[in-house]
């Protein structure tokens, strides 16, 4: 059964343990097939998933912003990088340039980004189910599951495909 969005973080601190263990065994073996695998898991999660019905990444979470992100998206609203960082980023406890709040102020009313064609790499990637050496993200992962019902799926998926 897939949890609801307003279930997924108490499913996802439930698995928690057996999440950890499946990843702490996955880097001590990891299979040759791994990034095939995971491929194949994210485009079947997401050819029935549709972001745009959730958008929960975006109203929890901010993504971080790359120097290569605060150019294209400034240069994108038409404003000086330094503008476009006053107005809409501070810097966190790690020294990253992160959104000042959340949910996104470039979420729209109907999940849709409004800076969609420019955004942020950390955005254009999430949640990450689909990246080379997967097994080197596993923290990430284990945040984003409690995050993305999509990465919720293809984790147990996973589970089921790769036992270890």
Same mark, same amino acid.
């Given at each position: 059964?897939?949890?609801?969005?307003?279930?997924?973080?108490?499913?996802?601190?439930?698995?928690?343990?057996?999440?950890?263990?499946?990843?702490?065994?996955? @880097?001590?073996?990891?299979? &040759?097939?791994?990034?095939?695998?995971? /491929? *194949? !898991?994210?485009?079947? +999660?997401?050819?029935?998933?549709?972001?745009?019905?959730?958008?929960?990444?975006?109203?929890?979470?901010?993504?971080?912003?790359?120097?290569?992100?605060?150019?294209?998206?400034? @240069?994108?609203?038409?404003? &000086?990088?330094?503008?476009?960082?006053? /107005? *809409? !980023?501070?810097?966190? +406890?790690?020294?990253?340039?992160?959104?000042?709040?959340?949910?996104?102020?470039?979420?729209?009313?109907?999940?849709?980004?409004?800076?969609?064609?420019?955004?942020?790499?950390?955005?254009?990637?999430?949640?990450?189910?689909?990246?080379?050496?997967? /097994?080197?993200?596993?923290?990430?992962?284990?945040?984003?599951?409690?995050?993305?019902?999509?990465?919720?799926?293809?984790?147990?998926?996973?589970?089921?495909?790769?036992?270890?």
């Amino acid at each position: 059964m897939k949890p609801t969005l307003n279930e997924l973080p108490k499913e996802a601190k439930d698995k928690h343990i057996e999440n950890k263990k499946y990843f702490d065994k996955l @880097k001590k073996k990891t299979p &040759k097939n791994l990034d095939y695998v995971m /491929q *194949y !898991l994210h485009d079947a +999660e997401f050819k029935k998933t549709d972001c745009l019905k959730c958008a929960n990444c975006c109203k929890t979470t901010g993504p971080l912003f790359t120097s290569a992100d605060i150019e294209r998206v400034s @240069k994108y609203l038409r404003q &000086k990088p330094q503008q476009f960082i006053e /107005q *809409y !980023l501070r810097v966190d +406890e790690d020294q990253d340039y992160v959104l000042q709040s959340v949910p996104c102020t470039f979420l729209d009313h109907e999940n849709a980004c409004m800076i969609y064609d420019v955004r942020p790499k950390a955005c254009r990637e999430f949640p990450h189910t689909d990246r080379k050496k997967f /097994q080197q993200i596993t923290d990430i992962t284990l945040k984003n599951i409690a995050i993305c019902p999509a990465a919720f799926n293809i984790l147990e998926e996973m589970k089921k495909k790769l036992p270890l």
